[in-house]
C-alpha cells in the first residue's frame, strides 16, 4: 500500500533563505508526483507536477525534483517571501490508476518578515 | 482567481435538511472530482465523474448524493447528515486521458452541520 510521508510537518524561516521540503514514498510504481499549496480556509493550488519519467520541473522560483528509485521528492523554494507562508502538500498517483491522489500530511511553511 | 468555482462558500444545515453544493468549471475538464477536508488532514477522496459517468465511490455513505448533469457542472447532494460531516468539501478537475492528470481545486465549500 502507498504512504506519503513530508518532513518536517512545520517549518519556520526568515524572509530570504532557500529552503527544502521533502516528501518519501515506499511504492516506486508511480505515475507521477504533485505538490500542492494550500492556504488557510482555501483550497489547493498545483505547483509543480512531475511524470515519473521526469527528474524535475522548475516554475519560477520553484524546483521539484524527483528520484523514483529511491522513493523520494524534494521541492526547492529560493529567496523565500511572507507570501510563500501556506500548507504545501505532495500527492503521487500509482501506475495504472492517475485518478486517485495518495497525499502526505503537508508542511506547514512560516516566511518571518 | 481560480478557475474551478464553487457555490455556496460557507453553508450551514441541520441535521434533517436537504441542500446542494455546486462546482463549476470550463476548462475542458472531462474529469471531475469531490473531496473531503477536515482540518489539518489531506483531503480524501470522495467520488470521481469521468465523462460524465460516475468511475470512483470510495465508499462514501449515500446521504452523499453526486451528479453530474454535463461536463462543465458537478453537484454534491446532501441529506440528512451528521456533525461528523462537518468539513471542507473540495471540487477538482483534470484531463480524463490517461496523459497529464493535475487537478485543479475550486476554493471549496465550508460546511457545518448544526
Known amino acids: 500500500k502507498q504512504e506519503v510521508t513530508q518532513i518536517p510537518a512545520a517549518l519556520s524561516v526568515p524572509e530570504g533563505e532557500n529552503l527544502v521540503l521533502n516528501c518519501s514514498f515506499t511504492?516506486?510504481?508511480?505515475?507521477?508526483l504533485q505538490w500542492f499549496r494550500q492556504d488557510p480556509g482555501k483550497g489547493l493550488t498545483s505547483l509543480l507536477l512531475?511524470?515519473?519519467s521526469q527528474r524535475e520541473q522548475t516554475s519560477g522560483r520553484l524546483n521539484a525534483s524527483l528520484d523514483k528509485s529511491s522513493g523520494r521528492s524534494t521541492l526547492y523554494i529560493a529567496a523565500s517571501q511572507p507570501g510563500d507562508s501556506a500548507t504545501y502538500l505532495c500527492a503521487v498517483t500509482n501506475a495504472g490508476n492517475n485518478r486517485k491522489l495518495i497525499w502526505g500530511l503537508g508542511t506547514s511553511l512560516a516566511v518571518n518578515p | 482567481d481560480t478557475e474551478v468555482t464553487q457555490t455556496p462558500k460557507h453553508l450551514v444545515m441541520g441535521m434533517t435538511n436537504k441542500k446542494s453544493l455546486k462546482c463549476e468549471q470550463h476548462?475542458?475538464?472531462?474529469?471531475m472530482y469531490w473531496y473531503k477536508q477536515k482540518a489539518k488532514k489531506p483531503p480524501e477522496l470522495m467520488f470521481v465523474?469521468?465523462?460524465?459517468?460516475?468511475?470512483i465511490n470510495e465508499s462514501v455513505p449515500s446521504r452523499f448524493s453526486p451528479e453530474c448533469p454535463n461536463s462543465s457542472l458537478l453537484n454534491l447532494h446532501l441529506h440528512a447528515l451528521q456533525p461528523e460531516d462537518s468539513a471542507l468539501y473540495l471540487c477538482a478537475s483534470s484531463q480524463a486521458g490517461q496523459g497529464t492528470n493535475s487537478q485543479h481545486f475550486g476554493d471549496g465549500t465550508r460546511l457545518s452541520i448544526l
Open positions: 465523474y469521468s465523462y460524465e459517468k460516475l468511475s
Open positions: 512531475i511524470q515519473s
Open positions: 476548462m475542458g475538464h472531462r474529469a
Open positions: 511504492d516506486s510504481a508511480i505515475y507521477n
